[in-house]
């Protein structure tokens, strides 16, 4: 009983901190780990292991084996989960899993959160997962008649099993993100430690939000008064009448604390929601960081289409001599097309006035076609676009995300991710985006015996030459792009 209060104690002391945005900071220059905590509005946690997950067939495996592996729980929210090859394989795992502690007489909690755009159209997928127990919810979905209390998105992607590991990042559920043949470039980050606790108690409150939702005080009360109360009951895990949603979860068995640390890696669990912040802490941050950088900086996203702050700090930071590199999509590769395209040339064009590197990948559907021909068998194909959020600091910090750091993602989307501070961790990211700018041409070797393939160019480097043919495409659509910026 004394080990449940003081968890209790424990976990509502760090919803205070984290929503306060971390103590001040002391006189003098600030680090980057004071950074964090004040504009992050993170807590950092010291005693954690991590794992890069960015091959494709590791990250699907790593996520199976965690929901064959649990005993007591498996909590998942993602923005989308698609009634594809993987996103059907997934939950026929959860099915199984379900089933087999049901067999064995130990039953096991599944709760899974979708974003609502997306649950509308999947939810007949989930029905043979919620037969066995599973609850699925749609993430701020209409109810009582009426739209959805602010118009926002759960885009973050956390799976946290038995309170012990979590994954957090860019993957949802589908091919895109698992198909060797046929994948996105993406990143995720498995940890085990007491940043487990902080991505738990995410899940957790998002969950009790949708509670809150389907209740009649959602039809009956003003929409301010509803988000104030959520405000209150997310940071301090209570709603103004003192009671308590979360209380039923804080026991061993859902935070089971860590007798023996199982590393020593600094991480600082990142956190938005449109609910409770009007803008991102997360972009904040990532402005913060480019403006304290010394030596390089890396960013990498699929949708570049920035509030100006975070351009304005790119743009200076290359100017002071701060090697600055943007990974993204060329057309070729764009996992979208039209405005959502366009919507990033203005930024583009900016830091490439500015002398940094844009390196664009454009390893298409046409590149796939040249490695068949060349009946080339390779374990793992080139990515055939970019879906990555991550950012890399003085070789000293390391972010991976669910944001694209884009104007939707600051204004109006949940997304949660990880701050590391780990040498080592630190620069596998950086040698793995320095493979990617070597990959301009690549010899590839194939492993039916016939020999190598070359490929040309499935990377290259935006300069000022490209500025023209930007302001041509952009044409007279910078006014409606601005103005309907939040949607792309």
Not at 129 to 138: C, D, F, M, S
Not at 246 to 261: D, E, I, S, T, V
Not at 330 to 350: H, K, M, N, V
Request: charge should be negative; hydrophobic fraction near 45%.
């Amino acid at each position: 009983m004394k080990e449940t209060r003081d968890l209790s104690r424990w976990v509502v002391a760090s919803l205070i901190l984290v929503a306060a945005g971390g103590f001040a900071h002391a006189a003098g220059e600030e680090t980057i780990e004071e950074l964090v905590t004040r504009v992050g509005r993170a807590r950092w946690t010291y005693d954690n292991s991590v794992e890069l997950l960015a091959d494709p067939r590791t990250a699907w495996q790593v996520r199976v084996d965690m929901a064959r592996e649990a005993r007591h729980h498996i909590l998942i929210s993602t923005f989308s989960w698609h009634n594809d090859h993987y996103g059907k394989a997934f939950r026929k795992i959860l099915d199984e899993t379900l089933e087999e502690r049901k067999a064995a007489a130990s039953a096991i909690m599944v709760r899974v959160l979708v974003d609502a755009s997306a649950l509308g159209q999947l939810s007949p997928t989930f029905s043979a997962l919620e037969r066995q127990g599973a609850k699925v919810r749609g993430f701020n979905r209409s109810s009582w008649g009426m739209t959805p209390l602010y118009g926002g998105r759960m885009h973050d992607k956390i799976m946290v099993t038995d309170g012990t590991e979590a994954i957090v990042g860019g993957r949802n559920f589908s091919d895109d993100y698992y198909d060797s043949k046929h994948w996105w470039l993406d990143f995720g980050i498995k940890v085990r430690g007491s940043a487990v606790d902080d991505l738990q108690m995410i899940f957790l409150k998002s969950w009790e939000f949708t509670e809150f939702n389907r209740t009649a005080g959602r039809f009956l009360l003003p929409q301010e008064m509803l988000l104030d109360d959520l405000r209150t009951f997310w940071s301090t895990g209570r709603y103004p009448g003192g009671k308590s949603p979360l209380q039923r979860f804080m026991n061993a068995a859902y935070f089971p604390g860590w007798k023996k640390a199982p590393g020593s890696v600094p991480v600082a669990i990142l956190y938005d929601n449109p609910m409770l912040r009007r803008r991102a802490a997360s972009t904040d941050l990532v402005t913060a960081l480019a403006e304290k950088a010394e030596t390089r900086i890396d960013l990498m996203t699929p949708f570049p289409n920035f509030p100006s702050e975070l351009t304005e700090a790119l743009v200076a930071a290359a100017a002071r001599g701060v090697r600055v590199r943007l990974f993204v999509n060329d057309r070729e590769s764009a996992i979208r097309s039209g405005p959502f395209l366009l919507a990033g040339y203005p930024t583009l064009i900016q830091l490439i006035e500015a002398g940094a590197e844009i390196w664009a990948w454009r390893a298409d559907k046409q590149v796939l076609g040249q490695i068949a021909e060349g009946e080339c068998e390779l374990p793992l194909l080139p990515p055939i676009a970019l879906h990555g959020k991550l950012v890399l600091v003085d070789d000293e910090l390391s972010i991976i995300h669910s944001s694209n750091f884009n104007i939707r993602s600051t204004y109006y989307n949940t997304e949660a991710g990880a701050a590391v501070l780990d040498h080592a961790f630190n620069r596998e990211l950086s040698d793995l985006l320095d493979d990617l700018v070597e990959f301009r041409d690549v010899e590839l070797s194939c492993v039916n015996g016939n020999g190598y393939l070359e490929i040309p160019a499935l990377v290259r480097r935006l300069g000022p030459e490209d500025i023209p043919e930007m302001k041509e495409e952009l044409g007279d659509k910078q006014r409606f792009l601005d103005a309907w910026s939040v949607a792309w």
